[in-house]
Every structure is written in C-alpha cells, then in structure tokens.
C-alpha cells in the first residue's frame, strides 16, 4: 500500500519538552510538507521541502525545526520554544514541489499540558 | 493567491447530487482552481483542480464559469460518507513550494 504514515496518532507532553512528530512516505514524492491546524481552522504551512537534505520554513516556522536526510522520511521536531504547541499536525508530500496535488497523512493530534 | 468564498455549511440528501459554490472574482489568469476535502479528524484528500474548462474524475465534476470568477464543484451522488468540509482553493503553480491555504470551507452533510 502507498501512502503516508504518522506517527502517534495521539501525543501528550508536558510543557519544557521537546517533541518528535514522525511522517514517512512511501510514494516515491520529492516534496514534503508540514501543515498545523487548530480546531474550526484552515491549514497553516511550517515547513516544507523541495528535495532530500534541502528544506524552507512556511509562515509559521518558530518554535519547530525539520530534518530530510532521507527521501521518504520528513519529521518534525516541536520545541520548546513553540508558544502554542497543542493542535493536530499533518504531513503531505507531491511529486515535485511544482505538483498540484498533495497527499496527506492521517495527522498526529498533540497535547501539550 | 486570490482569496475564495464559499457557503459556510449546506446539506444534502444521500443519493442526490451536491452542488457546492465557490467565488473567486480576483482570481487571475494564471490561478487554478483546487478542491479537497479533511473528513472529521483526518486529513485532507484532493479531490479536482481546473484552470479554465471543466474537468470530471471520478470523485467529482468541477464547472468553472467562462469569467472564471465563480466555480461550482458537484458530486453527482452523494453518499454518507461524503459528510466533510470541503475546501475551495485558488493557486498559482510556482515552482518551489506549492502552499495551500484554507479558508473556512464549506460543512456538507450528507442526510439519509
């Protein structure tokens, strides 16, 4: 099956605490995304990468940090830093950065409390 | 982008087709016109997109007007499962990053 995994479903952290949110795809896509979204809102950018070992921040990039090191794999790191980390996070990827269709994965709802 | 707008919420009776509206009048030439949808808690899943003419697949039917500033995306039967938000989206094909931005949607649910 091709698709996009996330990895937990639910997380709970206790403020201070770093935390690793994971997406990995087995697609074979170039780009990769991370998106927040906050309950009765749209979808706001954090990250995204075009190509392995490259990555740009979206509008909403303080607070997290992003690795590609691999192709298939795009986690996300939510630090301390991050003001208001408490919201359901989703990952998508395209074939190319230029691809119009995005796949997404089933998102990781986190609380931190 | 240009900004759309769409109904916040409609209903809809199962087996009967849905017509959802979405207004874009500052869309420019070179815009598309996206459609996806986010089920209760999951993610987004992309339904269709057009530039000009009409497009049919086999989740939908998207009919953009000649002026382009209006579209209307029809599901020609809908089923309970197609209770979602649907999302109307204006972009720009660039190069580095395709963003998608979200507005409100519209809250479609599907009665029996």
């Known amino acids: 099956d091709g698709g996009i995994t996330q990895s937990p479903k639910y997380l709970f952290r206790k403020e201070g605490q770093n935390v690793t949110l994971s997406c990995e795809q087995n697609?074979?896509?170039?780009?990769m995304y991370w998106y927040r979204q906050d309950p009765g809102q749209g979808l706001r950018l954090i990250y995204y990468?075009?190509?392995?070992?490259?990555?740009q921040k979206g509008d909403i990039a303080e607070g997290y940090s992003v690795s590609r090191e691999k192709k298939e794999s795009f986690p996300l790191t939510v630090t301390s830093a991050q003001k208001n980390p408490t919201a359901f996070y989703l990952c998508?990827?395209?074939?190319?950065?230029?691809?119009?269709?995005?796949?997404f994965g089933p998102g990781t709802r986190l609380t931190v409390t | 982008d240009a900004k759309t707008t769409q109904p916040p919420s409609m209903d809809c009776a199962e087996g009967r087709a849905a017509n959802l509206p979405c207004n874009h009048s500052?869309?420019?030439?070179?815009?598309?016109v996206y459609w996806y949808r986010q089920i209760h808690s999951q993610g987004p899943q992309y339904i269709i997109h057009?530039?000009?003419n009409n497009e049919t697949n086999e989740m939908a039917s998207l009919i953009i007007t000649e002026d382009r500033k209006s579209s209307t995306l029809i599901l020609p039967h809908a089923t309970l499962r197609d209770t979602a938000v649907y999302y109307c989206i204006v972009l720009m094909i660039k190069a580095a990053g395709n963003k998608l931005t979200f507005g409100g949607g519209t809250r479609v649910l599907v009665k029996p």
């Open positions: 500052t869309i420019s030439g070179n815009e598309y």
């Open positions: 057009g530039l000009k």
């Open positions: 990468s075009q190509i392995v070992n490259d990555f």
């Open positions: 697609l074979n896509h170039d780009a």
């Open positions: 998508a990827s395209s074939m190319t950065a230029s691809s119009y269709e995005q796949y």
